[in-house]
């Protein structure tokens, strides 16, 4: 039998929540599913939007439920821990990034740029990823004579020391426990440092929704891929 629970993973990869109401008739169920693809984007964090459109409403009889085509959706529903990116090391990774004041657009006019779904401006920059022991010349300001010279650096490969980026206030505006300059909670001091995400589980909770205004009990949802039907009688 499968354990009771708000909510059961049954592949490595789902791309869909499936809610499974026995007796739910298909027009019912058309009229959930619909509503829980809005709820869940209007809920979903945003960047372009892309991934919020292509939430797609599944019904059939008994059953409704959310689909997506990114597989990242799942991750920012379930949340990830922090990690190095590892895989990166040598590669050239696009980047989106604010461009508030136009400086980025300046250095590259031909440059992609977009508007967020939340009105941010930002432009499409590259960065090279290092590799482990490669060395990299960079120019630095002399503290000494004020003039510009050539030194060597480690390149920037995931894991290589960064800069600190938060530190505890001084007093008397630091944390209870903490010392003035202490490094802050949430910075590692490594480079291509992902600091995780947490869990929005914003599926669950448009599908949730959408059985209660349609009055039906919310029971246990499924995360699942197109093999679900099988799966599920396989646990039961």
């Known amino acids: 039998m499968l354990l ?3 909510e059961l993973q049954l592949t490595n990869r789902p791309d869909r929540a499936i809610m499974v109401v026995d007796g739910m008739r298909l027009r019912q169920a058309r009229a959930c599913a619909h509503a829980a ?25 008994g059953y409704f439920g959310i689909r997506w085509l990114d597989s990242y959706v ?28 136009g400086t980025e657009r300046a250095k590259n006019p031909k440059a992609k740029t ?19 022991s490669q060395a990299t010349q960079r120019t630095r300001l002399d503290p000494a004579t004020r003039l510009p010279r ?10 290589a020391p960064g800069r600190i980026g938060k530190r505890q206030a001084a007093s008397p505006l630091t944390t209870e426990g903490k ?4 490094v802050a909670a949430g910075n590692v001091g490594v480079k291509w440092r992902h600091p995780g995400l947490s869990p929005r589980l914003f599926i669950n909770n ?19 891929d197109e093999r679900w039907r099988s799966a599920l009688r396989g646990g039961a």
């Open 4 to 6: 009771e629970s708000a």
């Open 37 to 61: 693809v809005r709820e869940a984007r209007r809920k979903m964090p945003k960047l372009s939007g892309r991934a919020a459109s292509r939430l797609l409403p599944l019904w059939g009889q």
């Open 74 to 101: 799942f991750f920012q529903d379930h949340g990830i821990r922090p990690f190095t990116m590892n895989r990166l090391e040598g590669k050239t990774i696009p980047m989106w990034v604010d461009d508030h004041t």
């Open 114 to 132: 977009r508007i967020t779904a939340s009105g941010k401006q930002q432009v499409l920059i590259f960065r090279r990823v290092g590799r482990r």
């Open 150 to 159: 050539s030194v060597q650096t480690s390149a920037s490969y995931p894991g």
């Open 179 to 182: 010392q003035g300059g202490q």
């Open 206 to 224: 448009a599908i949730t929704l959408a059985a209660q205004w349609h009055g039906i009990l919310p029971i246990r949802i499924y995360l699942c």
